[in-house]
């Protein structure tokens, strides 16, 4: 049974940092792009950073590029999302997302995601 469990969420004033995780069970991960979305109150859930199987190939959405970076270690099974200088329209529910694609680019698109986690408030104030 797969699970991923997001955390590292909570409020942060604007310009500040935080680091989101995101720990995935139940398979090897080894062959899976990860993903991160977010959805704010009365928006739909957009995508915002995915990492391919290797770690070695990222892709960003244009309003967190330059801020936002997403990493895994090859291998393992933690997903991290570093945010800096975060903005109040920042603050939504972060979900974490994975799916078996060994080759390519991480998916953008949320409907390519087979599991996915909880999701972790963030809050940014101004």
């Known amino acids: 049974q797969v699970q991923l469990v997001e955390s590292g969420g909570g409020l942060v004033q604007a310009g500040g940092s935080l680091r989101l995780s995101c720990a995935a069970s139940?398979?090897?991960?080894?062959?899976?792009?990860m993903g991160w979305f977010r959805q704010a109150p009365g928006q739909e859930r957009e995508f915002v950073a995915a990492?391919?199987?290797?770690?070695?190939?990222?892709n960003y959405a244009d309003s967190v590029k330059g801020r936002f970076t997403i990493s895994r270690e090859h291998g393992e099974s933690t997903t991290f999302l570093q945010m800096n200088s975060l903005k109040p329209e920042d603050t939504a529910v972060y979900y974490c997302?994975?799916?078996?694609?060994?080759?390519?680019?991480?998916?953008?698109?949320?409907?390519?995601?087979?599991?996915w986690g909880q999701g972790t408030q963030v809050t940014v104030s101004s």
């Open positions: 139940g398979r090897t991960f080894s062959t899976y792009a």
């Open positions: 997302a994975a799916e078996s694609r060994p080759y390519g680019l991480g998916p953008r698109n949320q409907y390519e995601y087979a599991y």
């Open positions: 990492i391919n199987w290797g770690g070695f190939t990222t």
